[in-house]
């Protein structure tokens, strides 16, 4: 391929701005489609083409009067038509995510999406009232979202930035005024979007204030006119293109401070398209004779002429142009194109271009040209990747891939990522730009689309497995690519209502298996809408967040799983969640029966009660036949100081429980406690004062036989049946406590003692009356004794007495216990030797 | 960093990282809220949350002030933000509201704020709601502080109620929680390939791990980079070893908390043993107890915290000599010499220091072990674990009753009667309770039910379970040495802690064998999986030692842990034992959470 047939759809703007135009696709749509009678428009970033017919041209119409919407893809590919039966259209345009937005007469703004499927719709503002809409404009503000503005025919302007989010804002108004708008633009920068209008020769500007009142602006243009016909802003808001009835063309600032040029145009109808192009010229259509007319900004100038009607789309980095036949790009040349394919270039990129051309044709002249750019051979490389993105010809890009790959055999060092993400990258483009799928989508817009938007957009026209392929070849992080592919392939099976439920659940599991990043719930959210209801409970059993599956269980009002699923998670905040849920939306009983089935959620309810619902918790437990919790209950409110008033009945009551639950013993405990309490209180009202009431009966016996009584701490002991030792031990204790020595003595030599004697040599120690001790140590028992003569410190007597025991270990114990080197030492040591030596 | 957290490293796991993360955590939590604040502080959580952040630190980020959270309203302060930082707990958010309200009453203007350690708690934000003060509340957060380190080798939930709860009120919430808290181990320390447990609870645990992790291995893309440094982990449910607890530890740590109780490494003592005689007779005590900080950063008392308590004595008086010799003899030497001996002297006057402080300590236990009273409780206790006469009511248990000794004193010897008895009459039991009653009164039956329920007391089991145990796993030793030990049994003198012989039978190579069998006998499912771990993290080492964290869900004592520390120190081993635990604990501690006192 010749470097002239490279540049054969190139042209020149002024001296050296090179523009280029070129055919993308040969449009596939019927012959019978004359743009000239039709209202297009068509998605930014090379996307489907909305026609409808031009009501004001004259033509045969066949069928009913109603209008018929028709979308294309970029390539002329019908993909669907339908008939318009709302009210008149007064606009009708693309958003970014690739909804067809109508704008009708009566302020209601329709949304469909490119299926022709409707979406949804909604009214501008209650303030539009009786008044009609009579034109709009469709914008893209800076956050890359679809924006909105409507004027109405008592020329009030209402503006909505963001239609996802849609709240509308009216316009200051213009200065009241006999005359007509000519034209108007939206201006939408950072987060100021703004109204330029022009009335005849006055111009505003419109800001996002009711109550402004808007200065008339002065545009410093210099030739005479009377009139601005038409206006464009460009496509990053700073430009500003102002067509007079003059026929002159002014270019400059958007906020008209700064002019860049004034052209003659030498037409002086209002053109129909007035675009810019990117950011450096402004494309200028008139119908009446098919011209374009292209305008630098130095106001260099170049016109074509088509045989018919065009439609103008602008992108980011050119214009798209539609005919009757042919898709065509107009774009500013990518210097770095230029630099390589411009005639008599020395870039190096365009030496080594022509050094690899020469050595596919195995011609020597190859390492001349290398050697020229021997020096630059990294940039000569990068220059030949950096192109290859923006050439839409296959075999254009196989020869700066050729020239890059030969270049890098140069480099020593040379790192491919580029290279490869380039390629990458092109195949991409490629497949994505073929007939078939039909999006015309060029490097620059890629960037700025991103490759996730570029899936969203395959995913939109349910082109599922292209998606699925790119993401795998991009390398796309599983829940922005693959995952999320599969997802929306699913909620689109979901909501093909022909499909079997089984077979729709089951397809999906195996699809989508536990893949990383798959929300179930997601789909199953889906079903549930399309009214599936069973298809999103079997969707859910795969979902792995159990938050995410029990919310949606409980909003398909599915109790029973949700509950279930809340368990099984382990996490205690969403069973509670189901629970709180269920209680407030079953009737009582049916709650119960429901959370008895499921142990953990029983015992958390249970839980929930103690501290929320202390009768509901009785009810509880009364449902559930458990007794013992219920006599647990009665006696801890027995024992509740605020309840003492009600302490015989509920201790009435818990014996009751008990025995309604078998537990015969604790039931004869409680009963033996209330007889207690009421023995307590006659003893109290006896003494005039509390004391008795709420101690146990070891206290009570105690306190009888401390206050001498012990005919009354007989009879007491005999009737509680308090058994023998420890009747004994009350009996020591409480005259140890009288120090009652004598008496003490008395009772330890009236009957043998069932606890031994040691109880009273250590409770004598305990009185620090050794003396009196000592007169129990002999009684001690054998095994005991040794010990108990330590405890009463009379270590002699011990060493002797564990001696005659022989028992070294006691001996060596009491040795422990003697200070060193004392007498008594020495005569257990010796003890210790004679046991030795005796055995 | 700083020395505070110096004793955490040097482990085989660096645990200041946990430290690291939790203060970086909280910090970040702070930075919310610009400007000076007040913290007010759920009680529970003020020891725990010193051992990641330090006063220090809090203070170098604006906060002025700290109350204890109380129902009583703080004090007025000026600051511009106050913050709440409590365990989900229903009480204490009635305590926030009440001291939210009573403040917006002062004049200054301020922001209040929520932070939830570990979790938030829908309930709890519930409750906020019910008595209308969430909507004052600014912030609600989670300071997510699931784990906080103690020791180069031991970490805790610090979470008392956790056995309670899923033993007796079958409340999973906490299990859920050391679940999340062993996943944020993992985060850490690198996934673990392999996995042992045993009991109900672990169990469960493990089946959350499981599902969490495929939950956030769907949601998160970036895989955790961390190779694994943890080989093995051990879920031991503590109902699998009700005994262990029960048994009075002898161990000089064990007896430290069994007697004066350790709180987040700080114990107090009754000051007297640490005045010298003059100090003492001076009337300026300010302060009845001396509070001192347990952690491996002292030395000396990482040396003696393991060893059986009779072993401590000659240890610290050969320590003394040490130190009196490098003190002394001064006179005789060169100028070289003095200098080392200056440049020394700091060191060897800390360890003086320290070597006071645990010889009185040594001597607060001895006063104790000494008496009659502690020296009758462990003759009976090792009565019942050496099965001698567990058939009958025991006559020592019915003094102690008759005394009207404590009431959780009592109640763990009868415990552990129960479990090791295989005889114990229905009968006994009843002769039992019926004594309790009559003694302690009718609420004792509360505190009974819930022991029944749990399975700490109960009659005769037919499976003769910890006599078969004790033979299978040697659980009792009569002839180990206190001082030079040859077996974990010296912790309690003679009983070896069950758990810690499974632990050490599973990871002992072929041990596998008898271990069915004694898992047969007790409660509870076996765990015993191996998950995928990638290869890119997997231990690169093979033959280097394995690291084992053994977490035991319902607590631990310091006993086990000194058992665990002693099986990693034999020369024979290539194991080495991290400890992780929902909560330090001793029978009585552990009694009580259960009955609730």
């Known amino acids: 391929m010749s470097a002239a047939m490279l540049t054969a759809d190139w042209f020149l703007l002024g001296r050296d701005l090179y523009f280029r135009k070129f055919e993308i696709y040969t449009m596939g749509w019927h012959q019978d489609i004359n743009l000239e009678n039709f209202i297009a428009t068509s998605a930014p970033y090379g996307g489907p083409i909305a026609i409808r017919r031009d009501e004001q041209k004259f033509i045969k119409v066949q069928g009913s009067g109603q209008p018929i919407i028709s979308i294309f893809s970029g390539s002329g590919k019908q993909i669907t038509s339908f008939k318009w039966t709302r009210r008149p259209i007064v606009c009708m345009g693309w958003s970014n995510d690739e909804k067809l937005i109508f704008i009708q007469e009566d302020g209601w703004v329709v949304l469909h999406d490119m299926f022709g499927q409707y979406l949804h719709t909604f009214e501008i503002s209650k303030k539009i009232q009786d008044a009609k809409i009579i034109d709009a404009r469709i914008f893209t503000n800076p956050h890359n979202q679809t924006g909105v503005a409507v004027m109405t025919s008592n020329f009030k302007i209402f503006l909505i930035k963001n239609l996802q989010d849609p709240k509308t804002r009216q316009l200051s108004e213009l200065i009241k005024s006999s005359l007509h708008p000519t034209s108007w633009v939206v201006i939408s920068e950072d987060n100021n979007t703004e109204v330029l209008i022009a009335r005849e020769k006055e111009l505003f500007r419109l800001k996002q204030d009711e109550h402004h009142t808007s200065i008339m602006l002065e545009p410093d243009i210099s030739n005479n006119y009377s009139s601005i016909l038409e206006m464009a802003v460009s496509f990053n808001a700073r430009h500003v293109a102002l067509f007079t009835d003059s026929g002159y063309l002014w270019l400059g600032s958007s906020n008209l401070r700064t002019k860049y040029c004034e052209t003659d145009t030498n037409i002086i109808h209002k053109p129909k398209q007035l675009v810019w192009c990117g950011n450096e010229s402004v494309v200028a259509y008139w119908e009446r004779d098919n011209t374009l007319f292209i305008v630098g900004k130095h106001g260099q100038k170049m016109m074509y002429t088509y045989d018919s009607s065009v439609y103008l789309t602008a992108e980011i980095d050119g214009i798209r142009i539609l005919s009757n036949t042919q898709h065509e790009l107009l774009q500013k040349v990518p210097d770095v194109v230029q630099k390589i394919f411009r005639i008599n270039s020395t870039d190096p990129g365009s030496f080594l271009l022509e050094a690899s051309k020469h050595y596919q044709k195995r011609s020597h002249r190859a390492n001349e040209y290398i050697c020229l750019v021997k020096q630059d051979l990294k940039k000569a490389v990068e220059q030949c990747i950096d192109a290859v993105g923006y050439e839409f010809d296959t075999e254009v890009q196989k020869m700066l891939i050729r020239a890059a790959q030969f270049g890098k055999c140069f480099i020593a060092d040379m790192d491919s990522t580029k290279y490869v993400n380039m390629i990458r990258l092109l195949r991409v483009l490629n497949a994505v730009r073929d007939p078939k799928i039909g999006i015309p989508l060029t490097f620059t817009q890629l960037q700025n689309l991103t490759q996730k938007t570029l899936l969203d957009r395959l995913i939109t026209r349910k082109e599922y497995y292209l998606a699925l392929h790119i993401a795998k070849y991009l390398q796309m992080p599983e829940e922005e690519g693959s995952s999320h592919i599969l997802v929306h392939w699913a909620k689109y099976k979901v909501s093909q209502a022909h499909l079997e439920e089984e077979t729709v659940a089951r397809v999906i599991a195996e699809k989508l298996g536990y893949t990383p990043g798959i929300s179930y719930s997601e789909i199953a959210s889906t079903a549930s809408q399309c009214g599936r209801k069973k298809l999103a409970i079997k969707l859910l059993d795969y979902e792995s967040k159990a938050s995410e599956q029990v919310k949606l269980l409980l909003e398909l009002t599915e109790n029973t799983p949700a509950l279930s699923k809340a368990i099984e998670s382990g996490d205690t905040d969403l069973v509670y969640m189901v629970i709180l849920k269920l209680r407030e939306k079953m009737a009582l009983g049916d709650f119960k029966m429901t959370i008895r089935a499921f142990p953990v959620a029983q015992s958390l309810y249970i839980k929930y009660c103690k501290e929320h619902n202390t009768q509901a918790l009785n009810e509880i437990y009364i449902q559930e036949d458990d007794f013992s919790a219920q006599a647990q209950t009665f006696i801890m409110e027995s024992l509740d100081e605020k309840k003492a008033h009600m302490r015989d009945s509920l201790l009435t009551s818990a014996a009751e429980a008990y025995r309604k639950g078998r537990k015969d013993m604790h039931a004869s405990m409680c009963d033996e406690y209330l007889k207690l309490l009421r023995y307590q209180r006659s003893l109290d009202e006896k003494l005039g004062q509390p004391k008795y009431v709420g101690k146990s009966v070891h206290e009570t016996c105690l306190l009888l036989l401390k206050s001498n009584d012990v005919k009354s701490a007989e009879k007491f002991r005999n009737e509680y049946k308090i058994p023998d030792k420890r009747y004994w031990w009350l009996r020591i204790q409480s005259l140890a406590h009288l120090e009652d020595w004598g008496e003490l003595e008395k009772f330890s030599k009236g009957k043998k003692s069932p606890i031994g004697y040691a109880p009273f040599v250590d409770i004598c120690l305990e009185k620090n009356n050794k003396q009196e001790a000592l007169k129990y140590l002999p009684k001690v028992s054998e095994d005991l004794k040794v010990k108990y003569y330590i405890k009463a410190e009379c270590l002699e007597d011990a060493a002797k007495i564990a001696f005659e025991q022989k028992d070294i270990q006691s001996l060596l114990y009491v040795q422990s216990k003697c200070p060193s080197q004392s007498s008594l030492s020495e005569k257990v040591n010796s003890f210790i030797t004679q046991l030795d030596n005796r055995k | ?597």
């Open chain 2, 1 to 597: 960093m700083s020395s505070h957290s110096c004793h955490l490293k040097g482990g085989r796991l660096d645990f200041s990282l946990v430290q690291t993360e939790a203060q970086d955590n909280l910090i970040s939590l702070l930075k919310k809220c610009p400007g000076p604040k007040a913290i007010v502080w759920d009680n529970s959580l003020i020891g725990p949350v010193d051992l990641v952040a330090q006063n220090k630190v809090l203070k170098e980020h604006s906060v002025m002030k700290m109350f204890p959270l109380q129902p009583e309203p703080f004090p007025e302060v000026d600051v511009a933000h106050v913050i709440f930082i409590t365990r989900p707990k229903l009480h204490l958010m009635d305590y926030v509201g009440q001291n939210v309200r009573a403040d917006a009453r002062t004049k200054t203007e301020k922001q209040y704020h929520v932070f939830f350690v570990p979790k938030k708690n829908l309930l709890c934000i519930e409750r906020l709601k019910h008595i209308g003060v969430f909507d004052s509340i600014n912030l609600v957060e989670e300071f997510r502080c699931e784990l906080f380190p103690f020791d180069a080798d031991v970490v805790s939930m610090e979470i008392s109620d956790v056995f309670k709860e899923y033993a007796l009120e079958n409340d999973p919430t906490y299990l859920y929680q050391t679940a999340q808290a062993i996943i944020s181990l993992q985060k850490l320390y690198g996934p673990i390939p392999k996995v042992w447990g045993k009991g109900a609870a672990a169990q469960q645990v493990w089946d959350v791990i499981t599902r969490l992790q495929r939950e956030k291995n769907n949601n998160v893309t970036t895989k955790p980079n961390q190779t694994s440094t943890i080989d093995q982990i051990l879920l031991i449910d503590r109902t699998v070893d009700l005994i262990t607890p029960l048994a009075t530890q002898l161990t000089y740590e064990g007896l430290i908390d069994e007697i004066f109780g350790i709180n987040n490494s700080t114990a107090h003592f009754p000051i007297d043993n640490f005045l010298s005689s003059e100090e003492r007779t001076s009337e300026s005590l300010s302060e009845d107890k001396k509070q001192i900080i347990l952690n491996s950063a002292d030395k000396l008392f990482a040396d003696i915290r393991d060893k059986n308590f009779n072993a401590v004595g000659a240890f610290l008086s050969k320590q003394a000599k040490t130190i009196s010799t490098q003190l002394d003899n001064t006179q005789e030497r060169s100028v070289q010499e003095m200098k080392l001996y200056v440049q020394k002297l700091p060191q060897i006057l800390v360890k003086k220091k320290a070597l006071s402080h645990h010889t009185a300590i040594a001597e607060c236990i001895k006063e104790v072990t000494d008496s009659y009273d502690f020296l009758d409780t462990l003759q009976t206790e090792q009565g019942f674990l050496n099965c001698i006469e567990d058939d009958k009511a025991s006559p020592y248990i019915e003094d102690l009753i008759a005394q009207e000794k404590p009431l959780v004193k009592v109640l763990r010897l009868i415990c552990l009667q129960c479990i090791t008895s295989s005889k114990l009459k229905p009968k006994v039991l009843e002769h039992y309770k019926e004594e309790l009653v009559q003694v302690y009164g009718i609420q004792v039956l509360q505190a009974i039910t819930k022991l029944e329920k749990v399975g700490l007391l109960k009659a005769q089991s037919p499976t003769c379970q910890y006599a078969n145990l004790r033979k299978a796993l040697c659980l009792t030793m009569e002839d180990t040495s206190e001082i030079n030990p040859t077996d974990i049994s010296y912790v309690h003198s003679f009983y070896a802690p069950l758990s810690v012989r499974l632990a050490h039978k599973v990871t002992k190579t072929g041990g596998s064998k008898l271990l069915k069998k004694v898992l047969k006998l007790l409660p509870g499912p076996t765990l015993n999986e191996s998950p995928a771990v990638p290869k890119t993290l997997a231990k690169s080492d093979p033959d280097a030692p394995q690291v084992v964290l053994v977490f035991f869900i319902g607590g631990c004592t310091f006993a086990e842990i000194s058992a665990l520390r002693f099986l990693s120190q034999q020369e024979d081993t290539n194991v080495e034992f991290v400890i992780a635990t929902t909560k330090l604990i001793n029978g009585t501690s552990f009694l009580e959470s259960i009955i609730g006192l």
